[in-house]
């Protein structure tokens, strides 16, 4: 059956209309009017946040854990309409939504596995020690407790494992967090089913109804504002642009009480290749990265949009290796007409620059996009701050250095990035060795012999790294750990046993 959404927003188990509306701007089928959120409607969800954290805050990891397996029952039980509605939102195709939404409800369950196993809460025990000289030791217990109301922003390019129910929202109800989502206006169907599904947990769980809210955020930003200014929210999870990303977090830190910000502002993942490696299959990486660069027409936060490479005639192999296989990629259907703006804009910037030349060039035209490939010199590389801008697409930009040193000194200019790259034989052993410590400083995820557009729910991810990849070097969005993002460490000091939380009882 094919869902008709309604429009209206989420507001404590109540679905509330606005007096004005936007229209979506779906790749296919039909617009739908959505009503637009207000900084009125943020205050009455953080209320009601605030509200539900006296009893969710407190319940217990097992009700928590059943609250999460029931979201992702009710996100299962509306798969074909979510994919159908998905689809025409974004243009992706059924396939990867359908792949997405089974990652949605895949980290569902894995934190609801993850909190009711418990290790999550790093209890601590020191007992007392009264006989001690010179001075005697109090009984003290340490355990991570949940931080209060979380807002969520959900992300143009997942509409679902990074958005509404996505890896942040399933962290913080995980850790005992209410969550207020903003909608991304790219997909506001989407979002509107899969609260759907929440809400119809909430219910099933008995919940207060304050524990998830969401809201369509409209054409302004009045309510991405109003939401990570709101005295009642205690943290905010957020992936898109570095611009969009940067004004919400001087926002959070500026606030009179700051709260910290759990951004992914953007990555050009770059790519290390060495010479034994380009030696024994420069053609092989190359149409293997060409495969990666244009998955899902480039719009991965993880995609590897820059490569390192030495002069030579390998180099050339790989280039030419790779325009030829870009070149048979037909033009996708970028996510939003914004973002396919900003492609456009973002590969001619970069063509303008001196010192780059064209590898692989194509015409984009509307919400379509299609690879290029640049190329520049180390020098000009590390002389010129605009090449290493992040161009969100089915972009790529090969730094050929004269030698190994110049490798070196191109990988200490990186900023920060969400993974980097080696593409390495045994005989690399070495220069791998020397590149290291410089990579690791660089980057959350450091990876050999792959391509970094892959990200893999578990316990040892790390999704994140240093600015401006992230806001925060010490989190990660993907992964059990994402969760200590909404925790923080309380110690309790000769307490009767009573009155302590539960976790902590009995040790």
Known sequence: MTFDPHGKHLIAGAWVATDTTFQSVPVSGPAHSFFAGTAALV????????????????????????????IAEEIEARGPQITEIGSAETGLPPGRLEGERGRTTGQLRLFAEHIRKGAYLDVRHDPALPDRAPLPRPDLRMIERPIGPVAVFGASNFPLAFSTAGGDTASALAAGCPVVVKGHEAHPGTAEIVTEAIHAAIVKCGLHPGVFSMIHGGMGHEVGAALVQHPLIRAVGF????????????LC????????????????????????????????????????????????????????????????????????????????????????????????????????????????????????????????????????????????????????????AVARSFHGQLTTTLMMDAGDTGAAQRLMPILERKAGRLMANGFPTGVEVCDS?????????????????VGTLAIRRFL????????????????????
Not at 376 to 383: C, L, R, V
Request: hydrophobic share 40%; proline share 7%.
């Open 43 to 70: 205050d009455k969800a953080a209320q009601a946040a605030e509200e539900a954290f006296w009893s969710y805050g407190y319940s217990t990891r097992e009700d928590r854990a059943v609250f999460l397996d029931t």
């Open 239 to 250: 992936t898109g642009s570095y611009r969009g990303g940067k004004a919400l977090f001087d």
């Open 253 to 408: 830190v500026t606030r009179p009480e700051p709260i910290p910000f759990f951004g992914e502002l953007g990555s050009i993942n770059p790519m290390f290749l060495l010479p034994a490696a380009m030696s024994a299959r420069a053609a092989e990486m190359a149409t293997g990265w060409a495969g990666s660069l244009t998955m899902g027409a480039g719009q991965f936060c993880t995609n590897p949009g820059s490569l390192v490479m030495i002069a030579g005639p390998e180099t050339e192999t790989f280039l030419e290796t790779a325009a030829a296989e870009l070149a048979k990629v037909a033009p996708q259907p970028m996510l939003t007409e914004g973002i396919a703006n900003a492609y456009r804009k973002g590969t001619a910037a970069i063509a303008a620059q001196t010192g780059v030349q064209e590898v692989m060039t194509s015409t984009c035209d509307l919400r379509n996009a299609a690879p290029y490939v640049f190329r520049t010199t180390g020098a000009e590389w590390m002389a010129n701050e605009a090449l290493s801008e992040e161009v969100f697409g089915p972009s790529g930009i090969a730094i050929v250095v004269s030698d190994f040193e110049e490798m070196l």
């Open 461 to 477: 991810m790390v999704h994140g790294g240093p600015f401006p990849a992230s806001t925060n070097f010490g989190a990660t969005s």
């Open 488 to 507: 923080r460490p309380v110690c309790y000091q000769n307490l009767p046993e009573a009155i302590l939380p539960e976790d902590l009882q009995g040790l």
